[in-house]
């Protein structure tokens, strides 16, 4: 048996703890729900981490 679920990738919207904010590609400039990781990253919620244009750098339209 080989079934290993990725349960790492599954997050939740409303984990409570991470504050939710927006999310701009620096490449395209499109703007997506967005969570800040631990860590300081920005990751949009709703896709696989990456923009449709291929970035996954992102910033926060705040400036912080
Ligand atoms: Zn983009």
């Known amino acids: 048996m080989s079934d290993q ?8 919207p409303e984990s ?3 504050p939710q904010t927006f999310g ?3 490449e395209c400039g499109t703007v997506y729900p967005a969570q800040i990781a631990p860590g300081g990253e920005v ?10 244009c ?5 910033a926060t339209p705040t400036g912080e």
Do not use: L, Q
């Open 5 to 12: 679920r990725s349960t790492a990738t599954r997050e939740e």
């Open 16 to 18: 409570g703890g991470e």
């Open 24 to 26: 701009r590609c620096t």
């Open 43 to 52: 990751r949009p919620v709703g896709t696989d981490g990456t923009c449709h």
């Open 54 to 58: 291929g970035n996954d750098e992102f």
